[in-house]
């Protein structure tokens, strides 16, 4: 019975934190930017786990995600502007936009599979971006297609004029996605598609069709991508030609790699990672790129499920060996992970400033606080000494930590009484 209560609160936990991410904040600190930044969090989260139906759950690479939740916020927009629909409504008219672009384009991008699929899905994306700037009439040209989202109808005394009513709307049609796509995954549907992504021969053999089986995925998948389109629509008031193009669908994958393919919270937490370097990050030094793209090489490199499955993994160690034996190689990776980050930034800045200038790379504003990069380069190289060996040192420490968590008890205790 303890262990059902267990295994119940530890699958309730990552929804209360969704919850928790989504609603304490603009309680705490009401301010617009604060209001902006968490639309966009919850925008890329229903877009991210949109996005794994394909990648985590059936095994389809997509380049031209994009093109599903732009359309569908493009058709959104022109159905809020022609017909005065309920604002709340909105976001449900997106996602069947979306989803009637992934009946059109998933008949063909399904034909294939694997590689090919990946690269018909690309073609189909650069085409739908190209398509955007050549018919300014549907798409808007370059100032793309505006609503004023407080023209519809109110609903009671709300007319989603302000920020905060807005975002109330996005997060909980966020958090319904999210509800929406987590039965979805357990639905027998869903388990054919991981059979279809796991070996599609005998999925085949066994009377399964897995081209119906990936075009019903990718319309499913287009439908809540074009929620997620248009709870940005909702926020911005706006969905311009950047709505389909390669950059966004590129975003989304990075999003689902970082945070895991393999989990289904994985995109959700990859998905605040993006957001964060691109707005938060991006707030700070015009080198954001850079760091993300280290980031996900880092990601990449040392947990290839990504952060969901690096939880998990340190999560069962914890569970295994207990806190205290564990603390000693976290607390010296810690350490190590902070010596070395601080030594790259410097260096990066550094060099942002050797070839922008001192305005664009010198100087780093943290909290209202303006920290100056060393320009010297012996003190650069001086400084990235003292951070680099004391990193270095306590990377030998924690290795030899994990080291010691992975041999067997008996040997363990042999080490220490010969200590």
Not at 9 to 28: E, G
Not at 100 to 114: E, P
Not at 243 to 268: E, H, K, N, Q
Not at 380 to 398: D, E, F, R, T
């Amino acid at each position: 019975m303890r262990e059902t209560r267990k295994s119940f609160f530890r699958s309730l936990t990552p929804w209360l934190a969704l919850i928790l991410l989504l609603a304490v904040p603009p309680f705490v600190w009401p301010q617009s930017w604060l209001l902006a930044y968490l639309a966009q969090t919850a925008t890329m989260i229903v877009f991210a786990l949109s996005y794994n139906l394909l990648l985590g759950a059936t095994g389809l690479l997509s380049f031209g995600h994009a093109a599903y939740s732009g359309l569908g916020a493009l058709i959104a927009a022109q159905v809020f502007n022609a017909m005065g629909v309920p604002l709340v409504l909105l976001p449900l008219i997106g996602g069947i936009g979306g989803a009637l672009c992934g009946v059109l384009f998933g008949f063909v991008s399904t034909r294939r599979a694997g590689t090919a699929f990946a690269m018909i899905t690309l073609g189909l994306g650069e085409l739908v971006a190209a398509a955007a700037w050549t018919l300014p009439d549907w798409f808007g040209g370059e100032a793309g297609v505006a609503i004023d989202r407080a023209s519809g109808p109110l609903l009671g005394s709300w007319s989603f004029g302000p920020a905060r009513e807005a975002y109330a709307l996005i997060a909980v049609w966020c958090c319904l996605a999210c509800a929406a796509m987590f039965a979805l995954s357990r639905t027998p549907f869903m388990r054919l598609a991981n059979a279809v992504r796991d070996n599609p021969a005998r999925a085949a053999a066994i009377g399964c069709y897995p081209r119906r089986v990936r075009y019903g995925v990718v319309v499913l998948s287009a439908f809540f991508a074009g929620i997620a389109g248009t709870l940005g629509l909702i926020n911005v008031e706006l969905v311009s030609t950047e709505s389909v193009g390669m950059l966004r669908s590129g975003a989304v994958l990075i999003a689902t790699v970082i945070g895991g393919s393999a989990a289904f919270f994985g995109p959700i937490a990859g998905a605040v990672v993006l957001t964060f370097f691109s707005v938060a990050v991006a707030s700070v030094t015009r080198a954001w790129l850079f760091y993300l793209g280290l980031f996900f090489v880092a990601i990449v490199v040392v947990s290839p499920d990504g952060l969901a499955g690096f939880a998990q993994r340190h999560t069962t160690r914890i569970a295994a060996h207990g806190w205290r034996a564990c603390r000693a190689a976290y607390a010296w990776g810690t350490v190590a992970a902070l010596l070395w980050t601080a030594a790259i930034v410097l260096a990066v800045q550094w060099a942002y400033a050797v070839q922008f200038g001192a305005d664009d790379g010198a100087v780093l504003n943290v909290a209202g606080l303006s920290l100056e990069v060393v320009s010297s380069p012996f003190r650069l190289g001086v400084v990235l000494l003292m951070l680099a060996v004391p990193g270095a040192i306590a990377a030998h420490y924690a290795i030899r930590a994990q080291a010691r968590l992975a041999m067997p008890a008996g040997q363990t205790r042999t080490m220490g009484d010969a200590r």
